[in-house]
């Protein structure tokens, strides 16, 4: 089984910052795999970036996301008050077909 | 726009039958994927499974022998069963689509999530 491993568990910014988020795999996936998601608290995630790169629909270009193999990034340049929030990595694999990071959580310093 | 509703009971007793059901709003439920994916209160995403329009299924291995999963297009519903619960399986499941396509596939509506509590 595939297993993604988020760092750091929590990052502690300030509005304006730029968090640089980690998501390891353990083994090599395509990019066309990989996914990241934001989740807020009570709220369902929701797609951010998908093909490691390409944002979703509506999403503002602060967002972005990089990496390929076993080593992807997502980067938010400018930290808005609205982006305090736990983000998920998540690939499609053989099996299990989907797995997740276990998170990050970007809280305000 | 697309809108997901899960609906079943809040609270199922330790080795009995979770049921939950999945309504689809806003666009037809016979094409693309449609999963379950749960969240331990506080904890990190666990993909249950999906289930295609046509009735094939993909469960997680971890969950395979106690996931059932169906589908009425009629309704435009889908529906989970996990049997023989415990309170390690106490979460907040969603349903969701998976959208894209099969070169960039993701997750892309979500429902709004409905926690059960595995008690006696």
């Known amino acids: 089984e595939t297993v993604l491993t988020q760092s750091p568990g929590t990052l502690s910014l300030s509005p304006g910052e730029r968090a640089t988020l980690s998501c390891r795999v353990s083994?090599?996936?395509?990019?066309?795999?990989l996914a990241w998601y934001q989740q807020k608290p009570g709220q369902a995630p929701r797609l951010l970036i998908y093909?490691?790169?390409r944002r979703a629909t509506g999403i503002p270009d602060r967002f972005s996301g990089s990496g390929s193999g076993t080593d992807f990034t997502l980067t938010i340049s400018r930290l808005e008050p609205e982006d305090f929030a736990v983000y998920f990595c998540?690939?499609?694999?053989?099996?299990?077909?989907?797995?997740f990071g276990g998170g990050t959580k970007v809280e305000i310093k | 726009q697309v809108q997901l509703q899960e609906s079943g009971p809040g609270l199922v007793k330790p080795s009995e039958t979770l049921s939950l059901t999945c309504t689809v709003f806003?666009?037809?439920?016979?094409?693309?994927?449609w999963s379950w994916i749960r969240q331990p209160p506080g904890k990190g995403l666990e993909w249950i499974g999906y289930?295609?329009?046509?009735?094939?299924?993909n469960y997680n291995p971890s969950l395979k022998s106690r996931v059932t999963m169906s589908i009425d297009a009629s309704k435009n519903q889908f529906s989970l069963k996990l049997s023989s619960v415990t309170a390690a399986d106490t979460a907040i499941y969603y349903c969701?689509?998976?959208?894209?396509?099969?070169?960039?596939?993701?997750?892309?509506?979500w429902g709004q999530g409905t926690l059960v509590t595995v008690s006696s």
């Open positions: 969701a689509r998976d959208g894209g396509s099969s070169v960039y596939p993701y997750v892309d509506y």
């Open positions: 806003g666009g037809s439920i016979s094409t693309y994927y």
């Open positions: 289930i295609y329009y046509s009735g094939s299924t």
């Open positions: 083994q090599s996936v395509s990019s066309s795999y």
């Open positions: 093909g490691a790169s």
């Open positions: 998540q690939q499609y694999g053989s099996s299990p077909r989907l797995t």
